[in-house]
């Protein structure tokens, strides 16, 4: 918004100040022309005072009376006022004046002069008048010249040609003193001489062309004023008076009365200096109206462009606020595409069932929604047409990829399904052969093919887990955590460098989750088998934290670098949609996607001496605890006698082997090392036995009375009843009564072991995940299309 309302405003005060400039530049020629008008003036003034002084000193210079020093005397003063009103005028000057630098020197140079000049003409006897009178000849030139400058570089015409029009006037009135000194030297010389005749001519000559000249530039009035001047007795006397002269010829003397002609000419440059002075009045007064015009016109500029430039910053100002609303909007609008709508369009397109999305149809609804200013007809409205159009083609692209994807993960889950079918029929063949089989290495090899299969149903788990449906199966009881750590173990290639460490056995994974947390656990060990050295061993604990359960599953390789083990956990964190990047990475794929879909974390990490560390966390909410009765005598658990009577157990080194397709009795696979050793009493010297780790926990279970400190012959245990009723059905009592067939009437529920049974409570309405529901459809599917045939035996054709 800035640069919207500082880039006219800078043109408009770029332009308003040459505008001020100029207007500034002509008040302030107005102003000089003003003070060079009243200069001109009083340098018209000077001048017509230095003729009566120039013809009261040739008048001086004939006669030398009392009169004529006072008359002299007279004119000098009129002088020395005349001089001291031009140079206060005179100072007043710009500085810049140097056009009339030079004149003006000169000027001061002759008034600077008078002194000496005028002290020659009272002291001088006989002098010469035509040489006194020469220097103030020079000295009035330069001051017309000084007013015939003052029209130089003036733009206003009619002021122009009044000034010049006034210098005409002065120029007229010094042809009359001329006129006069030239008469004056030849009615005292006592003949006319052709030099005197001469200047005579030309001083009337001079006279007229002036005359001429103002006429010529003088408006109407100022013409009338002239007709006015150049009326009355004296013009007449004037008139006859330069007729005799005129007719008088050289060598002759003039019959001219010379007081007379000094009275008269100085009445006609009397009458002249008048008209020049109203003549410069009126000069001054036009300057005067020009520059108080000039004035007002650069007030009024500079008030215009003040206006303007507050009218301009106003309007920019609004129309910048407008377009950086707009812009704002437009922004706001095109983030929350860029970082709401467009990810959350996204994420629902990687949701299941995408597959049936109408591209087109989705991207016309959310462009629709997004509120981008694409109405207007502006630049702002293209700019939002555009986006739209770009938000559109990014959502149909987004779609047609989500669609493209939801095919390939379908074609996924069908041909995963039907390979499932074949390896399913695999493992029953493989079961079926190895019920007979009786040859140890050939039973050995068949197990080889039957973890085989099992990978190979793995792989076609994975699949379907890329294809975004479970992969578990319908149970209905809670499995212990080591039983799912010995399923997860059976589906792995290298399951005999597999170690089962510390495992809590009170808990168990939840009926829903149990095949998918298989499925996790047999990817991370599989992997870490996989990149480890082919003697080395991987390590697996479980070790339940009360609201979670820490499965840490440990190799020896070579360990990943931090790079490396970033993108890993991000892959982990964030797993991709399916794509080939994810296939031929699948094994990390999926488990992301099954502990994104479990809500449990997998995280990769160095190992406490080397290679790396695989930690799942399953969360509370798939964990389940297990009582006592159920994991305490669990198949591969010692019971507690057994425990105290049995000696150390040998090193255990486990050998798990092949569970797929084998009944369910025999898949249980041994325990890991429950046993710890413990030390000796203070009062015994025996070697040290094992005992269970649990002994402490389920001490309470087996309380002997102690009566004088030694055991009491009578002991009892809360599973005491149900093993009385248990051995009571070794031998049951035939019923005496019989039916009317004659058959022996069963009492209900008479051999029924306590605790073997448990009566379901009412359940409670719960939320079914549809997902969960799918995955368990899937599953009956599954067991349906796979059911077992009976097998012909093709031995007996």
Do not use: C
């Not at 000194?181 to 009615?187: K, M, P």
């Not at 100022?222 to 007449?236: D, F, M, P, R, Y």
């Not at 400190?709 to 051995?727: F, I, K, L, V, Y």
């Amino acid at each position: 918004m800035r640069l919207i309302v500082a880039a006219p405003l800078v043109a408009v005060i770029g332009f308003a100040s040459l505008a001020l400039t100029e207007s500034a530049q002509q008040t302030g020629r107005a102003d000089d022309l003003r003070t060079l008008a009243q200069v001109g003036a009083e340098a018209g003034d000077l001048a017509y005072r230095l003729q009566r002084e120039r013809i009261a000193a040739a008048d001086l210079l004939t006669y030398a009376a009392p009169e004529q020093q006072d008359a002299f005397a007279v004119e000098m003063a009129a002088t020395d006022d005349a001089a001291a009103r031009y140079r206060r005028q005179r100072d007043r000057l710009p500085a810049d004046a140097d056009a009339n630098r030079s004149l003006l020197r000169r000027i001061d140079a002759a008034l600077d002069g008078l002194a000496p000049l005028r002290t020659q003409v009272r002291t001088a006897a006989h002098a010469s008048v035509s040489a006194m009178t020469f220097s103030y000849r020079i000295a009035i030139a330069d001051l017309i010249n000084l007013r015939e400058n003052v029209s130089h570089g003036v733009v206003n015409a009619r002021l122009a040609d009044g000034i010049r029009a006034s210098a005409a006037l002065s120029k007229t009135a010094e042809a009359i003193g001329q006129q006069q000194v030239a008469v004056l030297r030849a009615a005292v010389a006592g003949e006319l001489t052709p030099a005197m005749q001469q200047d005579i001519t030309a001083a009337r000559t001079s006279y007229t062309e002036s005359s001429l000249s103002f006429l010529a530039l003088a408006p109407p009035d100022w013409s009338t004023w002239w007709e006015q001047a150049g009326t009355g007795k004296e013009a007449l006397a004037l008139q006859r008076m330069q007729d005799d002269v005129s007719r008088a010829q050289p060598g002759t003397r003039l019959q001219l009365a010379t007081p007379a002609w000094v009275s008269t000419t100085q009445a006609r440059a009397a009458r002249l200096a008048d008209l020049r002075a109203r003549v410069d009045a009126a000069v001054l007064d036009d300057v005067r109206a020009a520059h108080a015009d000039q004035r007002r016109r650069a007030v009024a500029e500079a008030v215009g462009v003040l206006l303007a430039l507050v009218l301009t910053a106003l309007v920019t100002w609004a129309v910048a606020r407008q377009i950086t609303r707009r812009l704002r909007r437009l922004r706001d609008a095109a983030n929350a595409v860029a970082f709401e709508q467009l990810p959350a369009v996204v994420a629902q397109l990687q949701q299941p069932g995408s597959a049936a999305v109408d591209p087109h149809k989705l991207a016309r609804q959310q462009a629709a929604a997004a509120a981008l200013d694409a109405s207007s007809d502006d630049e702002i409205g293209e700019l939002g047409q555009a986006f739209s159009a770009v938000h559109q083609a990014a959502i149909r692209t987004a779609a047609g990829q989500a669609v493209m994807r939801a095919n390939t993960a379908d074609i996924f889950i069908h041909l995963s399904r039907r390979e499932q079918r074949l390896v399913d029929a695999v493992l029953a063949q493989v079961d079926l052969v190895e019920r007979d089989e009786t040859d140890p290495d050939r039973l050995h090899q068949l197990y080889a093919l039957d973890n085989l299969a099992t990978r190979m149903g793995r792989i076609n788990a994975s699949l379907l887990v890329l294809g975004g449906v479970g992969v578990g199966r319908v149970r209905q009881h809670d499995v212990p955590l080591q039983q799912v750590l010995q399923a997860a173990l059976s589906q792995i290639e290298h399951y005999a460098r597999i170690r089962l460490g510390m495992i809590d056995g009170d808990v168990a994974v939840a009926a829903k989750t149990v095949d998918e947390v298989v499925h996790l656990l047999a990817e991370l060990m599989d992997n870490a088998t996989t990149y480890s050295p082919p003697g080395s061993e991987t390590w697996v604990s479980g070790r339940s934290l009360g609201d979670r359960v820490i499965v840490q599953i440990s190799d020896e390789g070579v360990g990943l670098s931090p790079q490396r083990m970033e993108q890993l956990n991000e892959l982990l964190a964030h797993p991709p949609a399916i794509d080939v990047a994810a296939v031929r990475a699948m094994g990390l794929v999926v488990v992301g996607h099954l502990a994104a879909r479990l809500g449990a974390t997998v995280q990769l990490r160095r190992g406490p001496r080397r290679g790396t560390l695989a930690e799942a966390t399953l969360p509370g909410a798939m964990i389940r605890s297990l009582p006592p009765e159920e994991y305490l005598l669990a198949p591969g658990r010692l019971s507690r006698r057994a425990a105290r009577t049995a000696g150390p157990p040998p090193p255990y080194q486990p050998r798990p082997e092949p569970t797929a397709g084998r009944r369910p009795a025999e898949r249980t696979l041994p325990a890991a090392p429950v046993f710890r050793p413990t030390p000796p009493p203070p009062d015994r010297g025996e070697a040290p036995t094992e005992e269970l780790l649990i002994f402490e926990q389920v001490n309470h279970w087996f309380q002997a009375d102690v009566v004088n400190g030694q055991d009491a012959p009578e002991w009892s245990s809360p599973a005491d009843d149900a093993w009385r009723t248990a051995a009571s059905a070794h031998a049951p009592e035939v019923a005496t009564t019989t039916t009317t067939s004659g058959l022996p009437k069963r009492q209900p529920q008479r051999h029924l072991v306590p605790g073997s049974v448990t009566v379901p409570q009412q359940q409670r309405s719960e939320y079914r995940d549809p997902a969960q529901v799918a995955t368990a459809m899937a599953a009956y599917a599954r067991g349906v299309a796979t059911r077992r045939r009976t097998p012909i035996n093709l031995g007996n054709n």
